[in-house]
């Protein structure tokens, strides 16, 4: 059974910082994606990451992927109060043969404060 | 941006009704997808469908759930009897490859 585990889940930064927030999971996937969630609102796409060594970079935030630790990170550089929201990762299931079936992680709550 | 969008934003029931949640995709999408977010919890996956077939479903989506692509534009998901815990915010999605492109969502309460 294919778990993702983010860390942490919730997270209160000062304007200006920078943190990571990691994302675990426990078999092999080749794609990775970060949802952005804001308070009652739908998930939006942030980052598809494809291949071992991926990083992409939007912004504030950068995410990367490593396949052999089945890590992935994504990074805010210098955090602004707009990027307080809910993130998600997800890993696909099944990839290759039926597609969408996508496990997310339980989400990292960010308030950035002033 | 095309967008997928869904209908109605809020519905309430009672125990034991059936609902319809109803879904437009994006037009040129083949694969449409229903998720569900329990208030608080992780989005969890339901349901995909292709080709006018489901694809592959999870553990919740049992007998009283359906799905439903009746005409060229729209794409249902219908609970037969519901129950207090189908209580959650119901995601449609659709994508042509990746990456999903989630609609608004309906919150169904279930009284």
């Known amino acids: 059974e294919l778990k993702v585990e983010q860390n942490p889940l919730f997270l209160s930064m000062q304007e200006g910082k920078n943190y990571t927030i990691y994302c675990n999971y426990s078999t092999t996937s080749d794609r990775l994606y970060w949802y952005r969630q804001d308070p009652g609102k739908s998930l939006e796409s942030l980052f598809v990451?494809?291949?071992?060594?991926a990083v992409k970079q939007e912004g504030r935030l950068m995410a990367s992927l490593d396949t052999k630790a089945r890590l992935s990170t994504l990074h805010i550089t210098a955090a602004v109060h707009d990027l307080s929201a809910t993130y998600f990762c997800?890993?696909?299931?099944?990839?290759?043969?039926?597609?969408?079936?996508?496990?997310f992680g339980k989400g990292t709550k960010l308030s950035v404060k002033p | 941006e095309p967008e997928v969008t869904q209908t109605p934003s809020h519905q309430v029931t009672q125990m034991g009704q059936e609902v319809i949640l109803r879904c437009v995709p994006i037009?040129?999408?083949?694969?449409f997808y229903w998720y569900r977010q329990i208030l608080g919890q992780k989005v969890e996956f339901l349901v995909s469908f292709y080709n006018n077939e489901i694809s592959e479903k999870s553990e919740i989506f049992d007998d009283q759930f359906s799905v439903e692509r009746p005409d060229g534009s729209n794409f249902t998901l219908k609970i037969r009897s519901t129950k207090l815990e189908d209580s959650a915010m119901y995601f449609c999605?659709?994508?042509?490859?990746?990456?999903?492109?989630f609609g608004n969502g309906t919150r169904l309460t279930v009284t």
């Open positions: 999605a659709s994508s042509d490859h990746s990456p999903l492109h």
């Open positions: 997800a890993v696909e299931m099944n990839y290759g043969g039926s597609q969408g079936n996508l496990i």
């Open positions: 990451l494809l291949s071992n060594g």
């Open positions: 037009s040129n999408h083949l694969y």
